[in-house]
């Protein structure tokens, strides 16, 4: 089945410097990556997703970029803000159901 | 609120003991999901009903776990004769099967076994 690895599980940036998360998939079948966001206590929240024709989606300050021969997708938040601190997971979808990763816990410094 | 709601926000229980927990979704979906949480990790996924098919079931939903969706609307979750291990929280999605991969997730019903 589909595998997804997540890293960094911690990262900490300056308040208006740029984060990267970085994920790796297992399965070639994935053709759906969608990105949650999800504060303490709250639920996930989709924040923005891509699908396997496109290699790459912008919004505002969100983008996720897709490189399918290598199985690599990343989320990039620029000009980061005190309200991004969460944790992001990213996930990938073979088919009906979503696989996710562990997890990264966003820290935005002051 | 039209958005995914979930009954109970919190159940303790003692082991072995049984719990139901309820999920109502999106009024237009047809796809709804159940996934399980633990702390500091992502969702994983238990089982999905298509209308009120249960089209998959995970190797995690052992058989004291039960899932139905009678009536093709809100669906429940019984864990039946609960462990410790069972602590953790119950998320419920649901989509639209024509937009499937666009799952919304409700506020989730957090168990605690003692």
């Known amino acids: 089945g589909e595998n997804v690895e997540q890293h960094p599980s911690t990262l900490s940036v300056q308040e208006g410097d740029s984060a990267v998360i970085k994920c790796t998939y297992s399965d070639s079948a994935s053709n759906y990556f969608p990105w949650y966001k999800q504060e303490l206590g709250k639920r996930p929240q989709l924040i923005i997703d891509?699908?396997?024709?496109?290699g790459e989606k912008k919004d505002q300050r969100i983008a996720v970029t897709l490189n399918k021969t290598a199985k690599h997708f990343s989320l990039h938040i620029t000009e980061t803000q005190p309200e991004d601190s969460a944790v992001y997971f990213c996930a990938a979808s073979p088919d009906d159901k979503i696989i996710f990763g562990k997890g990264t816990r966003l820290h935005i410094l002051p | 609120d039209t958005g995914v709601s979930q009954d109970p926000r919190h159940k303790i229980t003692k082991r072995g003991q049984n719990v139901t927990f309820r999920c109502d979704p999106i009024s237009e979906h047809n796809r709804l999901y159940w996934y399980r949480q633990t702390l500091g990790q992502g969702p994983e996924f238990l089982t999905y009903f298509q209308n009120e098919a249960q089209l998959e079931k995970s190797r995690l939903l052992s058989d004291r776990f039960s899932a139905e969706r009678p009536k093709g609307s809100f669906s429940t979750l019984e864990i039946q004769r609960t462990e410790q291990g069972d602590s953790a929280m119950y998320l419920c999605?649901?989509?639209?099967?024509?937009?499937?991969?666009?799952?919304?997730f409700g506020p989730g019903t957090r168990l605690t076994v003692t």
């Open positions: 999605a649901s989509s639209l099967s024509g937009k499937t991969y666009e799952q919304y």
């Open positions: 891509i699908r396997s024709n496109v």
